[in-house]
C-alpha cells in the first residue's frame, strides 16, 4: 500500500497500508525488543499483521507464538506485479493462522481512466470483485468469509470512488462471501469546522442506500489513539470508530506527522524511526493490526 499524501482538491487522503515490499534499510538502531506474550488477547483483543510480501513459512510458523492472524492478499497487493501470499493458505490454517483477507482496490486516478476507455466503476468493480471471490474459491475459503476491499485513498469518497466500492462490496455480497472494506479512520478536514473519515463517509452512504453491511478494517496509526508499534494492543473502540472488525494501529514506514508521541516505539534507520519490525525478526518490517477475533474474516 501507498504512502501518506493529501489531495486537498479532491479531499481525499491516501495513506500507508499494508508494508511496502521494498527492502529498507537495516535498522542502526533499536527500541528495546518487544516482548512476545503468548498467543490469545490483550485487552480484549488479539494481536495480527499484515504485510504485502510473504514472509517465507519458517517466519510464519515463528511469528505464530506472537501473533494469532495474518492478513492474506488474494490478488496482487498494491504497487505488486505477483503474489506470494497465493497458495499458502493450507500450510497457514493447518499451522493454526487465523486470516484477514485482502483484495487490492483501484486508485481514483486507475477508475477515472477507465471511465474515458468506456467502462463504468461499477462495470470495473464487479469485474475486480469476480476476480477477488474466484480467488478465495481458488485458495479454498469458506463461503461467508470477509473479502476486505483495500481503499488507499481516504477522506470524503468522491462520486466515482463511491460507485466503484459500493458495486464490489454488493458483489462479493451476491457471490456467498461476505463485504468488507479496509479504510481510513483518520479524521481529515470535511468543510469548516468539519471533520471526516472514510469509514464513517462509507457507513453513510451504506445506510442511506440500503445496502448490505460491511466490515470495516481501521487503519489509524496516529499517536493518539494508536499505541506505536508496540505488541501492546489498545481495545478497538479506543481507535476512534465504533463496531470495527479489526484495527490496523502501526504502519511500516511511520508516518512522522502523525506519529511524533510514539516514534520512540519504532526501529531507527538513518538516524529516524522508520519501520515497526516483528519480535525476533529484525529486518522484517510489518503493519500492526488488532482483531475482535482471531480469525477475523472467519477464514479457517
Known amino acids: 500500500m501507498r504512502c501518506t499524501r493529501i489531495l486537498a482538491t479532491l479531499a481525499l487522503l491516501a495513506f500507508c497500508g499494508c508494508s511496502r515490499s521494498a527492502t529498507p534499510a537495516a535498522p542502526t538502531s533499536a527500541p528495546s525488543p518487544m516482548p512476545a506474550p503468548p498467543i490469545g488477547t490483550v485487552a480484549g483483543v488479539y494481536r495480527g499483521f499484515d504485510r504485502n510480501d510473504y514472509p517465507g513459512d519458517d517466519a510464519m510458523t515463528a511469528l505464530h507464538n506472537t501473533f494469532a492472524f495474518t492478513g492474506y492478499w488474494l490478488t496482487n ?9 497465493q497458495g499458502k493458505r493450507e ?34 468493480a464487479r469485474s475486480d470483485a469476480a476476480l477477488a471471490f474466484a480467488a478465495a474459491r481458488s485458495e479454498g475459503f469458506p463461503p461467508h468469509t470477509i473479502l476486505f476491499l483495500d481503499q488507499e485513498e481516504g477522506g470524503r469518497l468522491l462520486d466515482e470512488q463511491s460507485a466503484y466500492l459500493l458495486a464490489w462490496t454488493e458483489a462479493v455480497a451476491a457471490s456467498g462471501y ?5 479504510a481510513s479512520g483518520q479524521p481529515v478536514p470535511d468543510g469548516p469546522g468539519n471533520t471526516i473519515t472514510t469509514i464513517d463517509d462509507i457507513r453513510e452512504q451504506v445506510k442511506a442506500k440500503h445496502l448490505h453491511e460491511i466490515a470495516f478494517f481501521d487503519a489509524q ?9 508496540t505488541l501492546a494492543a489498545k481495545p478497538l473502540a479506543t481507535s476512534g470508530e465504533l463496531d470495527l472488525t479489526a484495527w490496523q494501529y502501526a504502519q511500516s514506514p511511520r508516518r512522522p506527522e502523525i506519529t511524533s508521541s510514539c516514534k520512540a516505539t519504532y526501529a531507527t534507520s538513518n538516524g529516524s524511526a522508520a519501520n515497526c519490525y516483528a519480535p525476533g525478526f529484525p529486518t ?9 477475533s482471531a480469525d477475523p474474516s472467519h477464514g479457517r
Open 77 to 85: 497487493p498494491p504497487g505488486e506485479t505477483a503474489n506470494t501470499w
Open 91 to 124: 500450510f497457514l490454517r493447518q499451522h493454526g493462522w487465523g486470516f484477514l483477507v485482502l483484495a487490492n482496490g483501484r486508485l481514483d486516478a486507475e477508475i477515472l481512466k477507465s471511465l474515458k476507455h468506456g467502462t463504468t466503476p461499477a462495470d470495473l
Open 178 to 182: 461476505r463485504p468488507g472494506v479496509y
Open 221 to 229: 496509526d496516529a499517536c493518539p489513539p494508536a499505541p506505536g508499534c
Open 284 to 292: 522484517l518490517f510489518l503493519d500492526m493490526d488488532a482483531a475482535s
